[in-house]
């Protein structure tokens, strides 16, 4: 039976302490607008942040997608290998506004943890984008649980649950209210909406009691529509507010205690639930906790209702009330980063399992009260380690990274199916203070005079600070104790390792940042490349690729910062390039005769490309593939393409996004390079440098 206290109870005192990702691009619910605020709060999670924060979706050509899905730019990296040589790295940056990290040299003033997950599914091609808006299975199939970032910033819609579906003898009654609402709820949601968890996973939310082994301090959490607390209702979110369909209970406690968006398996949109790709502490002794913890390898339970319920779902997050109270059975459910569905025998599974040296696969069912086996692949436990240091009130970079903000370098997963996937992430920022213990305190110090029970922290106490004077008062908020703040990426997608890469490891080289000056961008940041150093060795394989959007006119409504998109080319405009230089204190790229990158290296993509067409695809941002015919880069794309619209200088006609090239090193070298649309001397810099290292020399 499992124990009704969380694993990790956090608290906190500050009233904004907001987090930003910056690579990859945190979209902090924006998605397309041309507002410095975005229009929903509310549009697939709950961030806790400040509306000016986060960047809109990538567009893949030179103007705006608007309302075609696939005219939007989901960034594309290169999967891991089978092997730890054959990662692709892939750096993860993001700011944090209160602090994290500390040791005995620079104590720590909060108590904090960051978490990093993705969630993955089959990726398909554009045409599986849903359109159909009918009724017809596939059409719901797809609508409900393709995931995408949406055209329109508009929630998708919910009827919430009532009393009818689960009081009363008359199991039939019961069965078709439920029914008749969940139909609705299915046809209910729309192809030009974001969606990320589905609505299956949030009526589950909504009817799962809320777990009461917790601590709520000194707040009342109500009872929603069905006449009990759900866990739709948190101390911070005592309201039982929706944001997309995410559970707000999941969201604000880790490890979770239940599966995390599991759902009916559909094997053409495998869906995976959420996997943690790391952890990151204030105090390393909590890594034994999390790997004990983490869903990647360790089933979660939940209560299944019998066939007699059309609703499969219990209330119950226990055993005995399960079989006690609703009949149920009490299943245990298995994680997975997909199932290999080619591999329909143990023995075929065993083929996978003896050459996958990441993973843990194995030939299992997904719950415990299925034979129904598969084989399936379980990632890797989360990697676990020392949170950067960074002061409070302060959304800077971290003494730990070297000037850098924030950040982490994880493995992208290895997916032995060879299936492209599509995947988002998200980063929950965890913070408290250490008044109290924060594994220790739970629901016997909840706030009950009748008990005798004062809460360990009260809403703006007074405190008195000698005798007879007069008592001050704190400002504190104790639903705010235990804070969690969130940011999540836009849909990326991750694709199948060609065969050049074999044996490789992969680094991944962005940008990073959005169009205005410093106080524009606030609190993203302004326009760099991500990292912007980097030492590799020449065995190693390099991926640059940036994206951009073409709605960054930060206007008016300005919240609580400077509207404005100061900046080069077409206002609203994301525009980048990559040139080399001899020395990073320039401004002038080197001409193309007197560089020496584009003889360092080829492409792994298309090795037709010379080293010229290398430089050409780059300077433009993609909008010349080339000097001239290659495979890969065909008539109407290339320099000498008379038909081709002229070339405009500052990138204006560039595409936003740019999927560039996997390079292969020949020979080890230094490379400087430059943006020269964003470098505005005195203003912004976006440079970098790469060194190659001789082989075992990095």
């Known amino acids: 039976m499992m124990r009704l206290v969380l694993i990790g109870v956090y608290l906190v005192v500050c009233l904004w302490a907001d987090t930003y990702m910056t690579n990859p691009r945190g979209s902090n619910n924006r998605l397309n607008e041309n507002t410095a605020t975005r229009t929903n709060a509310n549009r697939l999670f709950d961030s806790q942040n400040n509306n000016r924060g986060g960047f809109n979706t990538g567009d893949r050509f030179e103007n705006a997608a608007g309302n075609d899905p696939r005219r939007q730019y989901a960034m594309q990296y290169y999967a891991s290998g089978p092997t730890e040589a054959e990662a692709s790295k892939l750096i993860v940056e993001w700011t944090n506004q209160h602090g994290c990290g500390g040791n005995k040299d620079s104590p720590h003033k909060t108590n904090c943890n960051i978490v990093i997950q993705m969630m993955c599914q089959t990726n398909g091609t554009d045409a599986s984008y849903p359109q159909g808006q009918g009724n017809g299975q596939q059409d719901l199939m797809e609508r409900n649980t393709y995931l995408r970032d949406g055209t329109d910033t508009n929630t998708q819609n919910y009827n919430q649950p009532n009393q009818n579906e689960y009081v009363g003898d008359n199991q039939n009654a019961k069965n078709q209210a439920y029914t008749n609402r969940m139909n609705g709820n299915y046809a209910n949601v729309q192809t030009s909406r974001g969606l990320h968890e589905t609505v299956w996973w949030y009526d589950m939310c909504r009817f799962r009691e809320a777990n009461g082994g917790l601590y709520i301090a000194d707040k009342n959490l109500g009872a929603g529509s069905l006449g009990y607390v759900g866990s739709e209702r948190t101390r911070q979110n005592n309201n039982g507010n929706r944001r ?32 943690d790709v790391a952890y990151l502490t204030g105090n390393s002794s909590d890594c034994e906790r999390v790997a004990a913890g983490s869903e990647n390898q360790n089933g979660k339970w939940r209560c299944v209702l019998p066939d007699t319920s059309a609703r499969k779902y219990g209330r119950s997050i226990n055993e005995a009330d399960c079989t006690n109270k ?12 997909e199932i290999i569905s080619g591999a329909n025998t143990e023995a075929k599974c065993n083929q996978y399992k003896n050459t996958d040296k990441r993973n843990k696969i ?6 415990s009260d299925s034979n129904d086996k598969k084989c399936v692949v379980q990632a890797p436990l989360p990697k676990c ?8 009130n302060h959304l800077g970079n971290s003494i730990d990274n070297k000037g850098n903000a924030s950040r982490v370098d994880t493995d992208l997963p290895y997916f032995p199916s060879g299936i492209a996937k599509r995947c988002v992430m998200r980063l929950r920022y965890n913070i408290s203070t250490d008044e109290f213990d924060n594994y220790g305190t739970d629901h016997r110090h909840n706030h009950d005079l009748s008990k005798g029970v004062i809460s360990p922290v009260e809403d703006d106490p007074f405190i008195d600070v000698a005798g007879e004077s007069k008592p001050l008062r704190l400002a504190m908020n104790t639903n705010q104790y235990g804070r969690t703040f969130q940011d999540r990426t836009h849909a990326y997608v991750i694709l199948p390792r060609l065969d050049g890469m074999k044996g490789k490891m992969l680094h991944n080289l962005n940008v990073r940042g959005k169009r205005g000056n410093i106080v524009q961008t606030f609190p993203a940041v302004e326009y760099d490349f991500v990292p912007n150093k980097l030492a590799i060795s020449e065995e190693e394989l390099l991926h640059i690729q940036w994206t951009g959007s073409n709605t960054h006119n930060n206007g008016g409504n300005g919240g609580d910062g400077q509207t404005g998109d100061a900046g080069e080319g077409t206002g609203g405009t994301d525009r980048h390039n990559f040139l080399q230089m001899l020395r990073s204190d320039l401004n002038f790229p080197a001409p193309f005769e007197n560089t020496t990158f584009w003889d360092m290296v080829e492409s792994v993509n298309y090795p037709k490309a010379t080293g010229l067409d290398l430089a050409i695809s780059f300077a433009t941002s993609g909008y010349y593939c080339g000097l001239e015919n290659f495979g890969g880069c065909n008539a109407g794309h290339h320099v000498k393409d008379s038909n081709k619209q002229a070339f405009q200088q500052q990138l204006n006609n560039a595409p936003a996004s740019y999927f560039g090239h996997v390079l292969r090193f020949k020979k080890p070298g230094t490379c400087v390079y430059v943006c020269t649309r964003n470098n505005n001397f005195t203003n912004r810099s976006q440079k970098g440098v790469l060194w190659v290292t001789p082989k075992q020399q990095k």
């Open 244 to 275: 997309g369909y995410e559970c707000p209970e999941e969201r604000d406690y880790y490890p979770y205690w239940q599966p995390t968006h599991q759902g009916p398996y559909v094997d053409s949109h495998q869906t995976t639930p959420w996997i």
């Open 362 to 367: 194995s030939w299992m069912s997904l719950r």
């Open 385 to 392: 380690e020392q949170a950067p240091w960074t002061r409070v």
């Open 326 to 337: 609703e009949q149920g059975t009490w299943v245990q459910f298995h994680s997975y980063l």
